[in-house]
């Protein structure tokens, strides 16, 4: 059974800081590339922070230098640090394998992913 529960959001002002958690079933941690995706009003899903199975990160140019990505197998959890956060980096941010996990229908799964806002 697949679950994927993401926290730590809230709202902040800019220029501050906030982790997110991603607690993850079983071991699909231990076993995947994972990913940190993000989706604001309006606009695509997309691709924020993607962390292998090898612990090699990856970052949007949009956020690199500001996030970091990070995975304890132990714990079965991947977190995502944010730091000088700007109000363009408000959004829904889920947790997933990379590539996310299809449903039956086709379609990508996702958890409810935890609301990030960040005021000017």
Do not use: H
Request: charged share 20%; proline share 3%; with cysteine.
């Amino acid at each position: 059974q697949v679950q994927l529960v993401e926290s730590g959001g809230g709202l902040v002002q800019a220029g501050g800081s906030l982790r997110l958690s991603c607690a993850a079933s079983g071991n699909i941690v231990r076993f995947n590339a994972m990913g940190w995706y993000r989706q604001a009003p309006g606009k695509q899903r997309e691709l924020v922070a993607r962390i292998t199975t090898l612990n090699w990160t990856s970052y949007a140019d949009s956020v690199k230098g500001r996030f970091t990505i990070a995975r304890d197998r132990a714990k079965s959890t991947v977190s995502l640090q944010m730091n000088s956060l700007k109000p363009e980096d408000t959004a829904v941010y889920y947790c997933n394998k990379d590539p996310p996990y299809k449903l039956v229908n086709g379609d990508d799964y996702w958890g409810q992913g935890t609301q990030v806002t960040v005021s000017s």
